[in-house]
């Protein structure tokens, strides 16, 4: 079980690295919420690998807040780009 | 702890990083939003549930397990929402490749 946790780790750490490149490049503004999106999702998923490595759910209660933080985040900057525009 | 259910366990987690590997890739290689926010919905779904599953699986206690649940219940409901919301002001602000769309009956709605 160890492995298959830093085998997770080391994945999860290059998919946010590569939601971070898309996240820095751009180029408009809902290209960055998709990738802040992903990026959020990626936090999530290692919280859970986290949680399921020492068998203890101390974590799971910001798991759900930052989940649900993350949906009115995207929700909020999408309508501010709807009025703006977003190049 | 049985060991068919760590198996399964381990094989989810793995699953669902894969999903998240394959979100980075697309993100960071395809050409324009629409097609990106094709590849980013996928693990947002399938791969988190599969993820939460296999974290689920080795709880020690029932309502850590229900509590990882609940998160994979809040992004069935909130995904849709968010993609939908993403991908008008993307159509709305005119950052997207209208020009390479099939069908826009966006357009016509108005």
């Given amino acids: ?87 | 702890m049985s060991a068919a259910l760590d198996v399964l366990s381990a094989v989810l987690l793995l699953l669902g990083v894969g999903f998240a590997l394959l979100a980075g890739l697309g993100l960071v290689r395809f050409p324009d939003i629409f097609s990106r926010m094709h590849a980013a919905t996928k693990p947002a779904t399938l791969g988190l549930l599969c993820v939460v599953l296999g974290a689920a699986l080795q709880m020690e206690d029932g309502s850590d397990a229900v509590k990882l649940l609940l998160v994979g219940a809040f992004q069935f409901i909130t995904a849709p929402v968010a993609a939908h919301m993403i991908g008008r002001a993307a159509y709305r602000s005119g950052t997207g490749d209208l020009d390479g769309l099939v069908v826009d009956e966006l357009k016509d709605a108005g």
């Fill in chain 1, 1 to 87: 079980m160890t492995v298959v946790v830093w085998i997770c780790l080391v994945g999860l750490t290059a998919a946010a690295g590569m939601c971070l490149v898309r996240l820095v490049r751009g180029p408009s503004v809902p290209d960055r919420i998709v990738a802040l999106d992903a990026l959020l999702l990626v936090v999530v998923a290692g919280i859970a690998v986290g949680a399921a490595a020492t068998g203890d759910g101390d974590f799971l209660a910001v798991l759900v807040a930052v989940s649900l933080l993350g949906f009115v985040g995207t929700v909020t900057v999408a309508r501010f780009v709807e009025r703006r525009g977003g190049s």
